[in-house]
């Protein structure tokens, strides 16, 4: 059976090793560390089989990086507390969008409108432009990276053509083709993540529709989330570059 390993720290300044992966299917903890081999030593170790491997790591890597719960029960809130984060935020918001769509904007009447015209259209005082605005007049950072395939789906067409209204209003988008992203190590998982110390993870079923919004305070977790933002800030490119790209394959 081939395990699912999601890579969850390191206290490695250099080279990567030691460090912890967590087995999605399972919920093992992997220990990566300096083998032990020495006879001596492995003669000290208690209940040591014969098909055993044992591995030495700092004690801060279990510290910082070790799961502190033996079973993680998700904190779900609903969509009321979900949007006041955007107004309670002190410094920083950031999404990453990862799916081929997403069927509020299927529903949504100025996709309608792009599909048939080619653009979409704005209105600036929809609540989520006078918030943004307001955040961002105070000196806040609101981002995105969203992944695109190749070619883009018309929803993401008609995201990339959307963005120049959320940019008006402060947002930083960028974009990111989906192989670059793998190649990056980026996940397919949906989440804003606010001030660097709490995760909103977003879960959809097949149809894309948001499911429910599972808070992640856990420090080891949020700077997981944290790595995350901070691969696919430093290989997305700005929405107009992108935008540029995608007109050329037109």
């Given amino acids: 059976m081939v395990r699912r390993l999601r890579f969850v720290g390191t206290d490695s300044k250099v080279d990567g090793c030691p460090a912890l992966h967590t087995d999605e299917g399972t919920g093992e903890i992997i220990v990566q560390g300096t083998p032990v081999t020495d006879p001596e030593d492995l003669a000290q170790l208690q209940h040591f089989g014969v098909d055993e491997a044992a591995v030495a790591v700092p004690r801060e890597l279990l510290v910082n990086w070790g799961p502190k719960e033996m079973e993680r029960v998700p904190e779900l809130v609903d969509r009321a507390t979900f949007r006041r984060l955007f107004e309670t935020f002190e410094h920083t918001a950031w999404r990453l969008e990862t799916r081929r769509g997403y069927a509020s904007d299927r529903q949504d009447p100025e996709f309608q409108v792009f599909l048939a015209t080619g653009s ?131």
């Fill in 120 to 250: 979409s259209p704005c209105d600036p005082d929809e609540p989520w432009f006078v918030n943004i605005k307001a955040q961002t007049g105070a000196g806040k950072t609101v981002g995105r990276v969203r992944i695109a395939d190749d070619p883009p789906t018309a929803e993401q067409l008609f995201l990339l053509d959307y963005a120049r209204h959320n940019a008006a209003f402060g947002e930083d988008i960028r974009y990111l083709w989906r192989e670059d992203a793998a190649r990056a190590d980026v996940p397919a998982e949906d989440f804003w993540i606010f001030d660097s110390r709490l995760v909103a993870l977003l879960h959809f079923d097949d149809e894309d529709n948001l499911l429910n919004i599972e808070l992640i305070t856990e420090p080891a977790e949020v700077v997981r989330y944290a790595i995350v933002r901070d691969a696919a800030m430093h290989h997305a490119i700005p929405r107009e570059k992108f935008a540029a790209q995608v007109a050329t394959t037109e």
